[in-house]
């Protein structure tokens, strides 16, 4: 079974680009989470998807946002990038709401985003 | 406000020589707390999840138990190939896991 894809791997961005990461869940798995995990900081989140809508959000200002498909694929974009955003960004992946009491989250490998 | 910290930042210890990781916190309503390990470059990894104070869950070297206010990662015996960055999160109300710092382990042969 594959796990959770994320690309790209690497992604080096000028400040005040744009960026997209994207994500594809586990199969059969309906949400999606997206987390940043900054250099010595633990890992914040950002979005949750369910069934194609935003369920929450984490305090992050509205130029991270993001979507989900109808495949259930999650893309995270943001806009105006800062030097601060420059972190390993992580995305996971669940049954639906309920489905998650017993395994938590599967995680990809990261997207590691480097802003210059 | 819900919080969790973890204990110590930073642990390195000899081949065999058995330890315990941290996880304290407050929370309104807790629905799980979860370990995770972490290796560099790489995503959180699920070890376990537990629920209610008293609850213990094993696995090769690693034992996690949890009481009302912390949960505690006692590792046995450990080996190089042990040696990861070691996540707690919580499970509140809102679905998502809330996760702490962590721990560095180091395990030298």
């Known amino acids: 079974e594959a796990g959770v894809t994320q690309s790209p791997t690497h992604l080096i961005k000028t400040r005040g680009q744009q960026a997209t990461l994207r994500c594809s869940p586990i199969?059969?798995?309906?949400?999606v989470y997206w987390y940043q995990q900054a250099l010595g900081l633990g890992l914040q989140f950002l979005l949750w998807?369910?069934?194609?809508?935003?369920?929450n959000r984490g305090n992050f200002p509205p130029r991270f946002s993001g979507r989900q498909f109808p495949n259930y694929s999650s893309e995270l974009n943001v806009n105006a990038l800062e030097l601060e955003d420059s972190a390993l960004y992580l995305c996971?992946?669940?049954?639906?709401?309920?489905?998650?009491?017993?395994?938590?989250?599967?995680f990809g490998s990261g997207t590691r985003l480097t802003v210059v | 406000e819900d919080q969790v910290t973890q204990s110590p930042e930073a642990l390195r210890l000899q081949e065999g020589e058995s330890s315990s990781l941290n996880c304290s916190y407050t929370?309104?309503?807790?629905?799980?707390l979860f370990w995770y390990r972490q290796d560099p470059g790489k995503g959180p990894e699920f070890l376990f999840t537990?629920?209610?104070a008293g609850e213990e869950k094993e696995k090769e070297r690693l034992k996690a138990t949890l009481t009302k206010k912390e949960s505690f990662l006692h590792i046995t015996a450990p080996k190089p190939e042990d040696s990861a960055t070691y996540l707690c999160?919580?499970?509140?109300?809102?679905?998502?896991?809330?996760f702490g710092t962590g721990t560095r382990l180091t395990v030298i042969p």
């Open positions: 996971a992946s669940s049954l639906s709401y309920e489905g998650t009491s017993g395994y938590g989250y599967t």
């Open positions: 199969s059969g798995h309906t949400s």
């Open positions: 998807y369910d069934e194609g809508e935003e369920r």
């Open positions: 929370v309104s309503g807790l629905r799980g």
């Open positions: 537990l629920y209610s």
């Open positions: 999160a919580l499970r509140t109300g809102a679905n998502n896991l809330f």
